[in-house]
């Protein structure tokens, strides 16, 4: 059984840092693409970022895109989304998810298992 686990959630004033850790178990981490996912109340979760199997490839969303980034260590199991210049619309719970296929992807659909999530606030 594939678990998730996602940490590093909390409050943060706008302009600051977080740092987001994800440990899956249950499977061989190097097998699966890895991505970030944020959702608030009332609206879908959006994709955040996403990183290829071997950690050479990475998509991020233009919303983030020069201030996120992801990197994973397969042999400790562990995706990070390290978030920096953070303002209060980055707001929201971070699911991190893996997905079987290869490459970095960025669609909901296209990942396979999940994580219960942590909530970031920014506040301004």
């Known amino acids: 059984q594939v678990q998730l686990v996602e940490s590093g959630g909390g409050s943060v004033q706008a302009g600051g840092s977080q740092r987001l850790s994800c440990v899956v178990s249950g499977s061989t981490f190097m097998n699966f693409a890895m991505g970030w996912f944020r959702q608030v109340p009332g609206k879908e979760r959006e994709f955040v970022a996403g990183i290829s199997r071997s950690g050479a490839t990475s998509l991020y969303s233009d919303s983030v895109k020069g201030r996120f980034t992801i990197s994973r260590d397969n042999m400790r199991k562990t995706v990070w989304l390290q978030m920096n210049s953070l303002k209060p619309e980055d707001t929201g719970a971070y699911f991190c998810?893996?997905?079987?296929?290869?490459?970095?992807?960025?669609?909901?659909?296209?990942?396979?298992?999940w994580g219960q999530g942590t909530q970031v606030r920014v506040s301004s």
């Open positions: 998810a893996a997905s079987t296929v290869s490459r970095a992807v960025t669609t909901v659909q296209e990942y396979d298992y």
